[in-house]
């Protein structure tokens, strides 16, 4: 079992940054991989970006390279999402997950998920 909890969401002007947070609790999140997805209004969810707990590796989705940087803090339990020079089209709810093993970009294969918190960038 793991829960993921979420913070760091808010309000940012176009160009701005935004750094997210994930805290995650369970016996062997070693086994996990930690992703994040995003839900914008009347859009399904989307993959943003993912890391291993056990060997740090990433994978992301190529429209967040170069602006979104996932990393983690093993003795924290807390995984983060950089965000930078974020645009209008960036808004939405962001998604902390956890799926056992390797990642996958299917959203309904994860399972675990925190609450959710909203990003708004405004132009």
């Known amino acids: 079992q793991v829960q993921l909890v979420e913070s760091g969401g808010g309000l940012v002007q176009a160009g701005g940054s935004l750094r997210l947070s994930c805290a995650a609790s369970?016996?062997?999140?070693?086994?996990?991989?930690m992703g994040w997805f995003r839900q914008a209004p009347g859009k399904e969810r989307e993959f943003l970006t993912a890391?291993?707990?056990?060997?740090?590796?990433?994978v992301s989705a190529d429209f967040v390279k170069g602006r979104f940087t996932v990393s983690r803090d093993n003795a924290k339990n807390t995984v983060y999402l950089e965000m930078n020079s974020l645009q209008p089209e960036d808004t939405g709810v962001y998604f902390c997950?956890?799926?056992?093993?390797?990642?996958?970009?299917?959203?309904?294969?994860?399972?675990?998920w925190g609450q959710g918190t909203q990003v708004t960038v405004s132009s």
């Open positions: 997950a956890a799926i056992r093993g390797g990642y996958n970009r299917d959203s309904t294969r994860w399972g675990y």
């Open positions: 369970g016996r062997t999140l070693i086994m996990y991989t």
């Open positions: 890391i291993s707990w056990s060997s740090g590796s990433t």
